[in-house]
């Protein structure tokens, strides 16, 4: 089989550079080249194809009808190019990104990542905290920790641990709170966001039919900072509020716990080898989560 191309490669990206950026010097510029070297790859290229790629304007070089037909699967070559190139980049590096949720980065993995950098003090862990989910097929991230069932689409997800759930508040709170009928007379934080289901923990506490009031928030680490600040009594994770509980931030007022239909995620690409600095990642996790969740 001959893997020859009829027209180079470097000829071919002279040719998408020239027909993006309007002109020889700029594609030179781009490329690293002369603009002469550029020219003479144009002229061999129309020498080859026995057509004439570019039309000689007022206002630069203008892709021709024969070229401006090819150039969106041109650019979606290079664009693939320059992704795997990335990933190769980056399948070298020490740099781990890690996009995960805002309580999830702050509450609970800040903690720890001086403990797996001990372990593996070669790998520098870059965390990226945001409540939306992010596209895993960015050549700029490695892994993400999700919350949710595991059943994202194009995504390959390993559960680090299910949610146990209960309800935590401040402690000054706690003392009005003997039963779980009590929630009717405080305030409950209510967050839009949550997957965490209230009624839930409520028909497994026998009180099923209490109506709950509290103030609103449309973030979970508002929320979460709304519950250390006394302002009401929030629904949530063990393993998320393990450390606040630790040093007294929050309390527990009931012992009653449900375990969640959902849980938190290893998330990748699906079908994307992982290198070792993302499986070495992943391996810590999964120790670190199963003893917080024996705590």
């Known amino acids: 089989m001959n893997d020859n191309l009829p027209i180079p490669l470097n000829a071919l990206r002279a040719i998408e550079a020239v027909a993006r950026l309007g002109g020889l010097g700029p594609a030179a510029e781009a490329l690293g080249v002369t603009p002469g070297a550029v020219s003479q790859h144009i002229r061999r290229a129309e020498e080859r194809a026995g057509v004439v790629l570019f039309e000689r304007t007022a206002h630069?070089?203008?892709p021709g009808a024969a070229l401006a037909a090819i150039l969106p699967e041109l650019k979606s070559g290079f664009d693939a190019l320059k992704s795997a190139?990335?990933?190769l980049v980056a399948d070298e590096g020490h740099v781990l990104n890690v996009t995960l949720g805002n309580?999830?980065?702050s509450r609970w993995l800040v903690w720890r990542l001086s403990e797996f950098h001990a372990v593996h003090?070669?790998?520098e862990v870059r965390l990226y905290p945001t409540e939306a989910l992010v596209d895993l097929s960015r050549p700029d991230v490695d892994c993400g920790i999700r919350f949710g069932k595991g059943t994202w689409p194009d995504v390959d997800a390993t559960l680090l641990a299910r949610a146990r759930v209960f309800p935590v508040c401040a402690p000054a709170l706690a003392e009005k709170l003997k039963?779980?009928?009590d929630l009717a007379r405080v305030p409950v934080i209510r967050d839009r966001m949550t997957m965490l289901s209230w009624d839930e923990w409520l028909a497994a506490a026998g009180v099923p039919e209490i109506a709950l009031e509290?103030?609103?928030?449309?973030?979970p680490a508002l929320s979460f900072y709304a519950a250390t600040a006394g302002q009401g009594v929030l629904l949530a994770v063990d393993i998320m509020v393990d450390y606040a509980l630790?040093?007294?931030e929050l309390v527990r007022p009931f012992a009653q716990s449900v375990v969640s239909e959902h849980g938190y995620w290893f998330a990748t690409e699906k079908g994307k080898p992982l290198p070792s600095?993302?499986?070495k990642f992943r391996a810590w996790l999964l120790d670190e989560m199963s003893r917080a969740s024996l705590e």
């Open 60 to 62: 630069g070089l203008v």
């Open 85 to 87: 190139s990335a990933r």
């Open 103 to 105: 309580v999830s980065a």
């Open 121 to 123: 003090p070669d790998i």
């Open 179 to 181: 039963t779980p009928a």
């Open 214 to 219: 509290g103030p609103v928030y449309l973030d």
């Open 246 to 248: 630790a040093h007294s």
């Open 277 to 279: 600095r993302t499986r």
